[in-house]
């Protein structure tokens, strides 16, 4: 596995992405946490063990317009 480039668990505030997340975190894998609620993956980063705060991404554009 290359080490230059972080993985990217999208759907990290979910049971599964969490768990994914912690995995990959123990052993101190990089990672991006993606999703599509930014609150909820910052929410589900200080929630967990160890809770070192994760890098996230959300799906959503700030500057994107609700339709």
Known sequence: MSKGKPVVVYGASGYTGRLVCEYL???????????????????SSTRSPGSTPWTTRSSRSSTRSDR
């Open 25 to 43: 975190r123990e052993y101190r894998i990089p990672f991006i946490a993606a999703g599509r609620d930014k609150a909820r993956i910052q929410e």
